[in-house]
T-cell receptor, first 117, second 114 residues
Protein backbone atom coordinates (compact mmCIF):
# COMPACT_ATOMS: atom_id res chain seq x y z
CA UNK A 1 0.00 0.00 0.00
CA UNK A 2 0.97 3.64 -0.16
CA UNK A 3 2.13 5.35 3.00
CA UNK A 4 2.69 8.72 4.48
CA UNK A 5 6.16 8.90 5.97
CA UNK A 6 8.62 11.32 7.49
CA UNK A 7 12.24 11.99 6.57
CA UNK A 8 13.52 12.74 10.09
CA UNK A 9 12.35 11.11 13.30
CA UNK A 10 13.87 13.78 15.61
CA UNK A 11 14.58 17.47 15.39
CA UNK A 12 16.31 19.63 18.01
CA UNK A 13 16.31 23.41 17.78
CA UNK A 14 17.10 26.39 19.93
CA UNK A 15 14.34 28.61 21.20
CA UNK A 16 13.66 31.36 18.70
CA UNK A 17 14.88 29.39 15.70
CA UNK A 18 12.59 28.35 12.88
CA UNK A 19 11.76 24.64 12.63
CA UNK A 20 10.99 22.66 9.52
CA UNK A 21 9.38 19.24 9.73
CA UNK A 22 9.11 17.18 6.58
CA UNK A 23 6.72 14.56 5.30
CA UNK A 24 6.76 12.46 2.15
CA UNK A 25 3.72 10.87 0.62
CA UNK A 26 3.41 8.45 -2.23
CA UNK A 27 -0.30 8.34 -2.96
CA UNK A 28 -1.03 10.68 -5.82
CA UNK A 29 -4.77 10.37 -5.11
CA UNK A 30 -4.40 12.14 -1.79
CA UNK A 31 -5.99 15.57 -1.91
CA UNK A 32 -5.95 16.73 1.65
CA UNK A 33 -3.21 16.83 4.26
CA UNK A 34 -3.22 17.66 7.94
CA UNK A 35 -0.55 18.36 10.53
CA UNK A 36 -1.14 17.39 14.13
CA UNK A 37 0.82 18.11 17.29
CA UNK A 38 0.84 15.54 20.07
CA UNK A 39 2.19 16.27 23.52
CA UNK A 40 3.22 13.42 25.75
CA UNK A 41 0.26 11.41 27.03
CA UNK A 42 -2.32 13.50 25.19
CA UNK A 43 -4.39 13.24 22.07
CA UNK A 44 -3.22 14.92 18.85
CA UNK A 45 -4.19 18.54 18.27
CA UNK A 46 -4.94 19.97 14.86
CA UNK A 47 -2.38 22.52 13.67
CA UNK A 48 -3.08 23.27 10.04
CA UNK A 49 -4.35 21.62 6.89
CA UNK A 50 -3.93 22.08 3.16
CA UNK A 51 -5.68 20.88 0.04
CA UNK A 52 -3.88 19.77 -3.07
CA UNK A 53 -5.08 22.80 -5.03
CA UNK A 54 -2.85 24.93 -2.82
CA UNK A 55 0.93 25.17 -2.51
CA UNK A 56 1.10 27.07 0.73
CA UNK A 57 -1.06 27.90 3.67
CA UNK A 58 -0.22 29.99 6.69
CA UNK A 59 -1.50 29.98 10.21
CA UNK A 60 -0.32 31.57 13.40
CA UNK A 61 3.47 31.01 13.41
CA UNK A 62 3.02 27.96 11.18
CA UNK A 63 3.19 27.48 7.45
CA UNK A 64 2.51 24.33 5.49
CA UNK A 65 4.07 23.87 2.07
CA UNK A 66 2.93 21.28 -0.43
CA UNK A 67 5.07 20.23 -3.36
CA UNK A 68 2.97 17.91 -5.48
CA UNK A 69 5.72 17.37 -8.02
CA UNK A 70 7.89 15.53 -5.53
CA UNK A 71 5.03 14.56 -3.20
CA UNK A 72 6.46 16.39 -0.25
CA UNK A 73 4.82 18.24 2.61
CA UNK A 74 6.51 20.42 5.19
CA UNK A 75 5.52 22.25 8.35
CA UNK A 76 7.42 25.38 9.23
CA UNK A 77 7.22 26.79 12.74
CA UNK A 78 8.49 30.32 13.17
CA UNK A 79 10.26 31.46 16.34
CA UNK A 80 10.00 28.04 17.92
CA UNK A 81 9.17 28.04 21.61
CA UNK A 82 9.69 25.41 24.33
CA UNK A 83 5.93 24.85 24.28
CA UNK A 84 6.25 23.64 20.71
CA UNK A 85 8.15 20.56 21.89
CA UNK A 86 6.01 17.59 20.91
CA UNK A 87 5.60 14.90 18.29
CA UNK A 88 4.34 16.19 14.97
CA UNK A 89 2.39 13.97 12.60
CA UNK A 90 1.35 14.52 9.05
CA UNK A 91 -1.73 12.72 7.83
CA UNK A 92 -3.45 12.38 4.51
CA UNK A 93 -7.11 12.02 3.73
CA UNK A 94 -7.56 10.04 0.58
CA UNK A 95 -10.28 10.63 -1.95
CA UNK A 96 -11.65 8.21 -4.47
CA UNK A 97 -11.96 8.90 -8.18
CA UNK A 98 -15.40 10.39 -7.64
CA UNK A 99 -14.05 12.99 -5.25
CA UNK A 100 -15.53 11.42 -2.15
CA UNK A 101 -13.36 11.05 0.91
CA UNK A 102 -12.78 7.60 2.28
CA UNK A 103 -13.40 9.28 5.59
CA UNK A 104 -10.22 8.11 7.23
CA UNK A 105 -6.75 9.48 7.77
CA UNK A 106 -3.44 7.73 7.20
CA UNK A 107 -0.78 8.95 9.62
CA UNK A 108 2.95 9.17 9.23
CA UNK A 109 5.41 7.91 11.84
CA UNK A 110 5.89 11.30 13.48
CA UNK A 111 8.80 13.65 14.21
CA UNK A 112 9.89 14.48 17.72
CA UNK A 113 10.60 18.19 18.03
CA UNK A 114 12.68 19.28 21.01
CA UNK A 115 13.14 22.98 21.66
CA UNK A 116 16.03 23.97 23.93
CA UNK A 117 15.77 27.20 25.93
CA UNK B 1 -17.67 22.73 26.66
CA UNK B 2 -17.78 20.85 23.38
CA UNK B 3 -15.39 18.02 22.84
CA UNK B 4 -14.55 14.36 23.03
CA UNK B 5 -14.22 12.50 26.28
CA UNK B 6 -12.60 9.16 26.85
CA UNK B 7 -12.72 7.21 30.04
CA UNK B 8 -10.93 6.03 31.96
CA UNK B 9 -7.52 7.63 31.35
CA UNK B 10 -5.71 4.54 32.61
CA UNK B 11 -7.08 1.01 32.51
CA UNK B 12 -5.55 -2.22 33.75
CA UNK B 13 -6.80 -5.69 32.89
CA UNK B 14 -5.72 -9.26 33.18
CA UNK B 15 -4.95 -11.23 30.07
CA UNK B 16 -7.98 -13.07 28.74
CA UNK B 17 -10.51 -10.46 29.80
CA UNK B 18 -12.52 -8.32 27.45
CA UNK B 19 -12.48 -4.59 28.18
CA UNK B 20 -14.58 -1.75 26.82
CA UNK B 21 -13.21 1.76 26.30
CA UNK B 22 -15.64 4.63 26.33
CA UNK B 23 -15.76 7.50 23.82
CA UNK B 24 -18.36 10.25 23.88
CA UNK B 25 -18.61 13.43 21.80
CA UNK B 26 -20.99 16.39 22.04
CA UNK B 27 -19.83 18.03 18.82
CA UNK B 28 -22.72 16.61 16.82
CA UNK B 29 -20.21 14.98 14.48
CA UNK B 30 -21.35 12.20 12.23
CA UNK B 31 -18.08 10.30 11.98
CA UNK B 32 -16.11 8.69 14.79
CA UNK B 33 -12.85 6.78 14.81
CA UNK B 34 -10.69 4.58 16.99
CA UNK B 35 -6.91 4.54 16.72
CA UNK B 36 -4.21 2.59 18.44
CA UNK B 37 -0.83 4.12 19.19
CA UNK B 38 2.21 2.15 20.30
CA UNK B 39 5.33 3.81 21.77
CA UNK B 40 7.25 5.79 19.18
CA UNK B 41 4.71 4.97 16.50
CA UNK B 42 2.07 6.76 14.54
CA UNK B 43 -1.65 6.18 14.79
CA UNK B 44 -3.21 3.09 13.28
CA UNK B 45 -6.91 2.97 12.50
CA UNK B 46 -8.91 0.23 14.21
CA UNK B 47 -12.52 1.00 13.30
CA UNK B 48 -14.49 3.97 12.06
CA UNK B 49 -18.12 4.89 11.78
CA UNK B 50 -19.60 7.42 9.38
CA UNK B 51 -23.19 7.26 10.65
CA UNK B 52 -25.18 5.70 13.44
CA UNK B 53 -25.59 1.92 13.24
CA UNK B 54 -22.81 1.62 10.68
CA UNK B 55 -19.09 1.07 11.02
CA UNK B 56 -16.15 -0.19 8.98
CA UNK B 57 -12.96 -2.02 9.80
CA UNK B 58 -9.77 -0.04 9.69
CA UNK B 59 -6.27 -1.34 9.19
CA UNK B 60 -5.98 -3.37 12.41
CA UNK B 61 -9.52 -4.45 13.36
CA UNK B 62 -8.69 -8.02 14.42
CA UNK B 63 -9.38 -8.59 18.09
CA UNK B 64 -11.53 -5.47 18.44
CA UNK B 65 -15.23 -4.76 18.19
CA UNK B 66 -17.32 -1.57 18.18
CA UNK B 67 -20.91 -0.40 18.21
CA UNK B 68 -22.53 2.87 17.17
CA UNK B 69 -26.02 2.87 18.61
CA UNK B 70 -26.00 6.59 19.31
CA UNK B 71 -24.46 9.46 17.40
CA UNK B 72 -22.50 10.68 20.39
CA UNK B 73 -21.08 7.34 21.52
CA UNK B 74 -18.62 4.91 19.93
CA UNK B 75 -17.36 2.35 22.47
CA UNK B 76 -14.47 0.05 21.64
CA UNK B 77 -14.16 -3.45 23.07
CA UNK B 78 -10.74 -4.99 23.22
CA UNK B 79 -11.35 -8.72 23.21
CA UNK B 80 -9.20 -11.55 24.49
CA UNK B 81 -8.45 -12.35 20.84
CA UNK B 82 -6.29 -9.23 20.54
CA UNK B 83 -2.77 -10.58 20.94
CA UNK B 84 -1.05 -7.36 22.01
CA UNK B 85 -3.70 -5.15 23.59
CA UNK B 86 -1.41 -2.94 25.69
CA UNK B 87 -1.37 0.42 23.96
CA UNK B 88 -2.63 4.00 23.98
CA UNK B 89 -6.10 4.20 22.44
CA UNK B 90 -7.39 7.39 20.85
CA UNK B 91 -10.90 8.22 19.80
CA UNK B 92 -11.65 10.96 17.27
CA UNK B 93 -14.62 12.50 15.49
CA UNK B 94 -15.17 14.59 12.40
CA UNK B 95 -17.92 16.23 10.40
CA UNK B 96 -18.86 13.96 7.51
CA UNK B 97 -19.57 14.01 4.63
CA UNK B 98 -18.23 16.95 2.72
CA UNK B 99 -16.07 19.86 3.82
CA UNK B 100 -12.86 19.74 5.77
CA UNK B 101 -12.16 16.39 7.35
CA UNK B 102 -10.29 17.57 10.38
CA UNK B 103 -10.51 15.01 13.14
CA UNK B 104 -10.83 16.08 16.74
CA UNK B 105 -9.17 13.75 19.21
CA UNK B 106 -10.00 12.79 22.74
CA UNK B 107 -7.38 12.63 25.52
CA UNK B 108 -6.83 8.90 25.09
CA UNK B 109 -6.99 5.80 27.28
CA UNK B 110 -3.83 3.93 28.18
CA UNK B 111 -4.64 0.24 28.46
CA UNK B 112 -2.26 -2.14 30.17
CA UNK B 113 -2.92 -5.87 30.03
CA UNK B 114 -0.84 -8.22 32.15
Amino acid sequence: GENVGLHLPTLSVQEGDNSIINCAYSNSASDYFIWYKQESGKGPQFIIDIRSNMDKRQGQRVTVLLNKTVKHLSLQIAATQPGDSAVYFCAENMFNAGGTSYGKLTFGQGTILTVHP
Amino acid sequence: DGGITQSPKYLFRKEGQNVTLSCEQNLNHDAMYWYRQDPGQGLRLIYYSQIVNDFQKGDIAEGYSVSREKKESFPLTVTSAQKNPTAFYLCASSIFPGGIYEQYFGPGTRLTVT
